[in-house]
């Protein structure tokens, strides 16, 4: 299936590595121009190369630190001025630290939100004007399942990713009937260099136990998910506006 996004530009928030790396590549192989960002300049030269191997686009990258609200909206304009254009905009954050709820204070709290809300927020309202005078776009907020299905051992993650689904909501209504769609990718487990660091010599173990759990049995595949963010920018997928999909195996119980 041709998606229609050859020579489309996106850009991708957090896309050294992991789950965001992994729609980068997606997002190349499709033949579109494709704008990196990430905190450590040696991964994101890896990363770089990675992608420029995937397709015929070009890759630009640049070292960000996402949590600079300035420096994240600085990013998004440097892509849409070197490339003429901006077309996609997938945001993405790192994870956050695991643990139950009532282990974290006040101050975790609050940076959590400002790691994993606010990056979302200044890329988004960065490229709302360069998306609404183009006339089409897609703008893809990468959070969790924890906004579907809280975990007891993360309890901060729904608190801090909640916001993400109000805000897509809200951009929703600000884009209008602008050609320009919003919709939120919560991802369960996926094999990424973080569950590695989490779980340390043990991953293996710790994922099949994980793995368990899930209806499907099974870790999600980076690059499948890469996939389902490929489509969700595609030209086909101009109805899909306004929603959560999840992808998680089938461990969100709930009907909501």
């Known amino acids: 299936m041709d998606l229609g996004i050859k020579d489309r530009v996106a850009a991708v928030a957090a896309s050294s590595s992991g789950l965001g790396l992994a729609v980068a590549k997606a997002l190349a192989r499709e033949g579109a121009h494709v704008s ?5 300049p040696a991964r994101l030269a890896r990363a770089h190369a990675e992608v420029n191997a995937e397709g015929p686009g070009e890759v630009l990258s640049h070292p960000v630190d996402i949590g600079d609200e300035a420096a994240a909206a600085a990013w998004v304009r440097h892509t849409a001025d070197t490339f003429g254009g901006l077309d996609v ?76 689904l109000g805000h897509m909501k809200g951009l929703v209504h600000a884009f209008g009937a602008s050609g320009v769609t919003v919709n939120v990718l919560a991802p369960g487990f996926h094999r990424t260099p973080i569950l ?25 595949d980076v690059d ?19 929603t959560v999909l999840v992808a998680d195996g089938g461990n969100t119980r709930g009907f909501a």
């Open 196 to 220: 590695d660091e989490q779980f340390g010599a043990e991953v293996d173990a710790e994922l099949a136990k994980v793995a368990g759990r899930i209806p499907l049995g099974r870790i999600g």
């Open 36 to 40: 990196l960002c990430g905190r450590d």
């Open 89 to 164: 905009v997938v945001t993405n954050t790192g994870g956050v630290p695991f643990g139950p709820v009532d282990s974290f204070g006040v101050a975790d709290v609050r940076e959590a939100v400002e790691q994993n809300l606010l990056p979302h927020v200044a890329i988004t309202l960065a490229a709302l004007p360069i998306l609404r005078a183009r006339g089409w776009g897609r703008v893809l907020m990468i959070a969790s399942e924890a906004v579907r299905q809280p975990h007891p051992e993360s309890g901060l993650s729904s608190v801090a990713r909640l916001g993400v």
């Open 224 to 242: 499948h998910f890469g996939a389902l963010a490929a489509f969700l920018a595609s030209e086909q997928a101009d109805y899909v506006t306004g």
